[in-house]
């Protein structure tokens, strides 16, 4: 693992030293065989815009699919850059606004906890970025899961740090945002919760993009338990190698009747986000995959089996 993580990482550096305007013609270059020769995820890719955007043409589809890979190029070759890019020329391409209203409210509120949801939408790998623009006594943190190769989640851990944020494990967030609550540790934690949950943590579905959409629900129950004020990140790019992320107040309504309000209302936002320029969402992740119909026949056979063992213990007594 470690001569495999030093060629990778010497590698990895040595292209972020390359200006973003040179890294911008390789992403030019490696565009046209990724979209038209390699093909990758084009099937994933084409079947959910299709079914996302019903009302547009297959020409509107097309002109979408090939901004979103030239996008994507794009976000790989920014990724990279992240590596070597110092922080002033990171605070002038990445900017932040609404801060203010978070400071204000976490005074008026009394809150020490902002939980700032956003998506797989522009370049969340920026976001990062964050403490070059908070103030000194605000933490900032963000919730990763780890990857499955040791190499890739070592490097990306190592530049997610880079400009001072807390990288915290998914399996180690309850007890470090109770230990943040605990010691009044004032922070902004990020959130990506648009991915899609396993079987066994799927308790809510919604219409998102016009399909049958299984949520994760983990956060809202977080933000809950720990009062957190609640702020949905909208991020755009204004031109290239810059984005803009505005924290926007997440207006839930308090007395809606569904038993996960906070969560309807960020896949709400990160909709309509997608909606106003759709070629920045991570179209190439399977969203999809898991299906209502099928989760009901798991559910059904996963009470059946628990009513068995009810029987047989009862049998056995």
């Known amino acids: 693992m470690n001569i495999t993580y030093h060629l990778v990482g010497t590698l990895w550096h040595l292209l972020s030293l390359l200006p973003l305007r040179i890294l911008y013609i390789l992403s030019d270059i490696i565009y046209y065989p990724l979209f038209y020769c390699v093909r990758y995820r084009r099937k994933v890719v084409h079947k959910n815009l299709v079914n996302s955007f019903p009302e547009k043409t297959g020409k509107e589809i097309l002109e979408i699919e090939k901004g979103f890979y030239s996008w994507f190029c794009d976000y790989v070759v920014e990724t990279i850059k992240v590596r070597t890019m110092s922080s002033e020329e990171m605070h002038r391409r990445m900017t932040f606004d609404g801060l203010d209203a978070i400071y204000e409210e976490m005074e008026r509120g009394g809150h020490t906890l902002c939980f700032a949801y956003l998506g797989h939408y522009c370049n969340w790998e920026w976001v990062a970025s964050l403490p070059l623009w908070t103030r000194e006594k605000l933490h900032c943190a963000q919730i990763y899961h780890p990857l499955e190769s040791k190499v890739f989640d070592k490097l990306f851990l190592e530049q997610r740090s880079r400009y001072g944020a807390e990288n915290i ?29 396993h079987w066994n943590n799927i308790h809510l579905w919604m219409d998102f993009l016009h399909q049958d959409t299984p949520v994760f629900t983990g956060t809202e129950r977080l933000a809950q338990q720990t009062n957190g004020c609640l702020y949905y990140i909208d991020i755009t790019r204004p031109k290239r190698g810059y984005y803009r992320a505005t924290f926007r107040p997440m ?6 009747t569904s038993e996960y309000p906070i969560t309807e209302t960020y896949m709400h936002m990160l909709e309509q986000s997608i909606k106003e320029a759709p070629a920045y969402w991570l179209w190439s992740h399977n969203r999809w995959k898991r299906k209502h119909e099928v989760y009901e026949r798991k559910m059904e056979e996963r009470e059946r089996g628990k009513q068995e063992r009810i029987r047989q213990n009862q049998q056995q007594k």
């Open 169 to 197: 494990s998914m399996n180690q967030t309850l007890r470090r945002i109770v230990t943040m609550q605990r010691k009044g540790e004032k922070s902004i934690i990020g959130f990506i919760s648009d991915q899609t949950p």
């Open 251 to 256: 207006q839930v309504d308090k007395d809606a």
